[in-house]
């Protein structure tokens, strides 16, 4: 396969927010001064009262400790949707794609606000309270949008299950962070097939037990068994609540979220996310890794179930009063152009994806034959739509996959043990955090 460099157009140079010089200042200073420097980003977001203290840790061996901001207080679903309404409640927040390529549904910061006030009062009315877990088993429907923020509005630690695991896999997760309430919903559809999640919280709940309530979505109007003493519809629910609720006072150190590792080398562990480092830190990168500039159309394609579409289709683009595209499909349904036909029609700017962890476009790769999608003329026509193209712990643009053609490329993190970060040191490229040039050969 024959190796070109794309260098990024002078235009985008000139746009970006930060060049290589701007990131070698900014991190001279994070390492001479980190309070300051971690201070002054601290400011993109909202404090109900301010910190005093920045950064507060220990590496000394029995005694590992690391807290960010920890007297400051602040509401992360205040940051991601309220602080924004005198400005932009008009301006869409998420736009949601559906599995079919007929359904689709633009949600402005007003419309998100209710929606999140009802789901968090649905939970209070059932007495879910700071600090109790909420296990989340939802397709990626805007519910599933809804149900984090609500949960980040009264304080709730959720746990997101991705809605692809077993009812096993599911139960595991229930026992250890010892949630009392699941939101899930009747089915979830994946290239054009349906999902039994409700009967896999079922099955979930009768080995787990525990549980206390079940609230449950309306996706496709199947059929399911509802327990009358249990279940609830979330429609039928959200009837009887008011989009009115107030924001929960959260020290930066309260947790925000549980997330699990997969399992795949034993027991799933709980990761603990807490409110205050991580929000900045999800804002800031989404900021200046994506460029992000106001009035963008921005799209991450992972699943809510993992951190990357936590902190990349949730906490960071909304922190920062973006419009981020959530995609319930798949990149080879109805057909292999499925990616490129969202971004012609939402005029998508900048896209997040990691094929070569996707095993949906992989299995679409093998199925088309290995045919070369960037000679394919209606998808370059529709690949000339996104400005930006990034991957997470990889770089694609060099070695095993071909470029796309006009494109500014973006390395979310890099892992030294990573395959494709090996193979690009082989062929002399760096990625800097921030740099116009992200990938470029080396000097």
């Known amino acids: 396969m024959s190796e070109k460099i794309y260098d990024v157009p002078a235009e985008w140079a000139r746009r970006a927010w930060v060049d290589q010089a701007k990131y070698q200042e900014m991190y001279a200073r994070s ?3 980190p309070n300051g420097f971690w201070a002054e980003q601290a400011k993109r977001i909202g ?34 949707i309220d602080r924004h309404l005198h400005t932009r409640g008009d301006q869409t927040a998420i736009i949601w794609e559906g599995d079919n390529p007929s359904e689709s549904k633009h949600i402005t910061y007003r419309q998100l606000h209710d929606e999140v006030c009802r789901m968090a009062n649905i939970l209070r009315t059932r007495n879910v309270k700071k600090g109790d877990r909420v296990t989340i088993y939802l397709p990626m429907i805007p519910e599933a949008a809804y149900a984090m923020l609500a949960c980040a509005r009264i304080g709730a630690i959720h746990s ?29 559809l994946r290239g054009g097939k349906k999902v039994p999640l409700k009967a896999n919280v079922d099955a979930a709940v009768a080995k787990s037990g525990g549980v206390d309530w079940v609230v449950v979505v309306k996706r496709t109007g199947a059929a399911v068994d509802m327990n009358p003493s249990r279940d609830l519809w979330y429609h039928d629910a959200a009837r009887m609540v008011t989009t009115e609720c107030p924001c929960e006072h959260m020290h930066a150190e309260d947790p925000l979220f549980i997330l699990y590792t997969s399992g795949s080398t034993g027991q ?108 394919e003329s209606p998808i370059a026509r529709h690949r000339r739509r996104a400005d930006q193209s990034g991957s997470v712990g990889m770089v694609s643009p060099r070695g095993r996959r071909p470029a796309l053609p006009d494109r500014r490329y973006l390395v979310a993190d890099r892992d030294r043990r990573h395959s494709d970060y090996a193979a690009a040191r082989r062929h002399q490229t760096q990625a800097g955090f921030g740099d116009a040039a992200v990938l470029r050969r080396a000097a």
């Open 160 to 188: 997101v299950v991705f809605a692809g695991f077993s009812p096993d896999s599911l139960a595991q997760r229930i026992t250890d962070c010892q949630s009392k309430i699941i939101i899930t919903a009747d089915e979830g």
């Open 31 to 33: 390492v001479k001064d």
């Open 47 to 80: 404090w109900m009262k301010p910190f005093t203290k920045v950064q507060n840790a220990s590496f000394a061996p029995g005694n590992i400790s690391v807290k960010w901001f920890e007297d400051g207080v602040l509401n992360v679903a205040w940051n991601c």
């Open 268 to 375: 799933p562990k709980g990761v603990l996310h807490t409110s205050g480092g991580y929000l900045v830190f999800a804002s800031l990168t989404h900021q200046y890794v994506f460029d992000y500039h106001e009035g963008d159309i921005y799209w991450c394609t992972a699943d809510v179930g993992w951190v990357t579409g936590h902190s990349y289709i949730l906490y960071g683009p909304l922190a920062n009063g973006a419009t981020t595209l959530m995609f319930e499909g798949v990149p080879n349904y109805p057909d292999n152009s499925r990616f490129w036909n969202v971004i012609d029609k939402h005029k998508v700017k900048h896209l997040l994806h990691r094929p070569d962890r996707d095993p949906r476009a992989d299995a679409g790769r093998r199925r088309a034959g290995q045919e070369n999608l960037a000679q």
